[in-house]
C-alpha cells in the first residue's frame, strides 16, 4: 500500500502529544470494538502493512494490534472526521478486541 | 433520569484537560455518526436530560447538540469501555449529525 501523501497529511490534526483518536468499527457488522490512538509512525505502519497499528500511551511505544494476544486488526478502511481531529477505522477482528476477552471494551453502563 | 452515581464517577478517568473522548452512533443502523468530547458537567447534562450534550473545545463552552441547528442528538444509553478512558454513547440523531450537512463526519479516505 502506497505511504501517506503530503496532502492527507496536512489534513491531518495530532494533539499537542502528537496523538489522533482512533475508533475501531468492525466493518460488517458495525460493532464499535475499541478507541485507541495513533502518531504519525502508527499511522504510517499501519497504511504501510494492512494491519492495525497504535501508540499505546500506557507503555509510551508503537502497539501491533494482536502481537501479544493473537487478535490482530486487518484494517478495511481508514476515514478522517470533518475537522482532522479523529479517524474511524473499519477493520477486521480476529477474536475478542478487548484485553479483557469480550469482543468489545465499551461494556459498562453509565445511564 | 438519575444523576450519576460517586462509584461511577470514580471509574471515569477524564484526561489532564477534564475531558474524556466520546464516540457518538446510530443506535439502530451502527453508523459511527461524530466524535466528541465530554466533561463532567456535559455528562451530567447528558444524564439528566437524556440530550447529547458535549464540551466543545474550539469555543469552551457547553455544547448541546442541535441547538443551534436543531439536529439533536437522543441519548439511548451511554458506554465506558474497558479502562475508563473513552465512551460510546448510542444516540437516536436528527437529521445529519456533521456541520457540513453530511449524515456522520467521517468521509474522508485515508487509505
Redesign the interface.
Known amino acids: 500500500?502506497p505511504a501517506?501523501s503530503p496532502e492527507?497529511l496536512k489534513?491531518?490534526r495530532f494533539d499537542e502529544q502528537g496523538l489522533i483518536?482512533v475508533?475501531a468499527?468492525q466493518h460488517d457488522?458495525?460493532?464499535?470494538l475499541?478507541?485507541a490512538w495513533m502518531n504519525l509512525e502508527s499511522?504510517t505502519q499501519t497504511?504501510a502493512t494492512g494491519r492495525m497499528v497504535y501508540w499505546s500511551r500506557s507503555r509510551n511505544e508503537l502497539w501491533r494490534k494482536g502481537d501479544t494476544s493473537g487478535h490482530i486488526q486487518i484494517?478495511k478502511?481508514?476515514?478522517?472526521?470533518?475537522?482532522g481531529d479523529?479517524?474511524?477505522a473499519k477493520v477486521d477482528q480476529t477474536g475478542p478486541a478487548?484485553?479483557?476477552g469480550?469482543r468489545n471494551?465499551?461494556?459498562?453502563?453509565?445511564?
Chains 1, 2 share one sequence.
Open positions: 500500500m501517506i492527507t489534513e491531518i483518536p475508533i468499527q457488522t458495525g460493532e464499535v475499541m478507541m499511522l497504511l484494517m478502511s481508514l476515514l478522517l472526521d470533518c475537522d479523529a479517524i474511524l478487548c484485553h479483557t469480550k471494551c465499551f461494556f459498562r453502563t453509565l445511564n
